[in-house]
């Protein structure tokens, strides 16, 4: 089932879908996902080589069937938020193989596909030349219109100064949000200067072997500082989600306790400086 966006009118006006059960975020023509690390699992333990090419073979096979089951309502264009490959560098050629399959397989579901960089993905302009894949590559993708300015990024480096500030929502992956049950989106609504608010929305691993870490109020603020300029000086997290298949939930920050944080401050700084 679909879930909408609660609390944020603006997001619904512009069409914005949370699709809890692929996991991936549904931008009126667009499909958005984060993070394949496709691989994840053939490198960290010592399989025998067939049996990494099974598990490779069956991460890729699954995130095609969660993409093409909702592909057939028309998406131009799907924009990858990072980390295509769990390998830093150039991975081995059972890998190679599977990203060859999945990109070939997605490229019959949509007109264009965007990856925006993550942090594991080094090399990745070399992949895409040696499989001669049709994507483009970004380190980050704005989407707007005359309702909402939208910029979307993997969530490891700071934002160009000019687009943040435009910004009214930024989508990041990174994370992995995930509960014992679920894997839900994070989604928050937070100031800068103390009067801007801007929404941010976290989008869980598609990678089904790729499950997550809990997500708390610390670790939001520690991505915000990460991908913030260092102008906007103080963040506060006004309201916080965990939205999922099973989980709706409400996160309570430290804000309402009167403690605001800094980009340029650790949490500690940050704690002392506002008492």
Known sequence: ?????????????????????IPALSIKRTLVVADLH???AANLFRYSLRARERISKYQVLSMIHAI??????????????GDVKDS????????LNAID???SKVGEFFKRVVIVRGNHDGALLDLIDKLNLNVDLTDHLILHDQRAYIVLTHGHMKLPYSDYAKSDLIITGHLHPATQLDKPFVVCTYKVKES?????????AL?????????????IYSLLRTIIPKDFQSITIEDANLIGRTTLEKMICEQELG?????????????????
């Open 38 to 40: 496709i691989g994840f």
């Open 1 to 21: 089932m679909r879930q909408m966006i609660p609390n944020t009118a603006f997001l619904k006006l512009s069409g914005i879908q949370l699709l809890a059960e």
């Open 101 to 103: 399959k999945f990109f």
């Open 196 to 204: 801007i608010k801007k929404t941010l929305i976290i989008i869980p």
């Open 68 to 81: 093409s089951s909702v592909a057939e309502k028309h998406y131009d264009k799907l924009v990858i938020v």
């Open 207 to 219: 990678n089904p072997k790729v499950w997550g870490t809990a997500v708390n109020c610390d670790a």
């Open 88 to 95: 830093i560098g150039m991975p081995r050629k059972f890998i």
């Open 259 to 275: 403690l605001t944080h800094s980009p340029l401050l650790n949490d500690k700084k940050a704690r002392t400086n506002s008492q």
